[in-house]
């Protein structure tokens, strides 16, 4: 789940939860700017998405806070965490639905895309 101010993950391996991550666990309460992130093991999800080398920086991403003193909008967090665990940036706010009419990154190849449900 993502909106302005909340990053919320679950990581998922063979059917089952493995992680879960919350960047602004006080979202809904009074103290939200103040709210430390919580869970997110960065040694488990660099190396569920191959990427065991960058453990630090991804640590780093989920340990920032939320606010004035760290990620002002949670998709600064999001591009962010893609980049450490090395996906290509068009995995923040690129929709399934914008691919499958047809409208794909230009560094995609239209038949790597495959879905698989």
Known sequence: M???KRYK????????KVDEYDSCPGYF???Q???APEGGDAKLLAELMGNGENIEAIEKVLKETTGEKGYI???ERHDALVKAVGLPTYSVGYGFRYILGGDIPPDVKEESVI???
């Open 2 to 4: 993502i909106n302005r």
């Open 29 to 31: 309460t009074d103290d």
């Open 9 to 16: 993950q679950e990581l998922w391996s063979n059917g089952n």
């Open 115 to 117: 879905r698989c449900c």
């Open 33 to 35: 700017d103040r709210s």
């Open 73 to 75: 909008f949670t998709v």
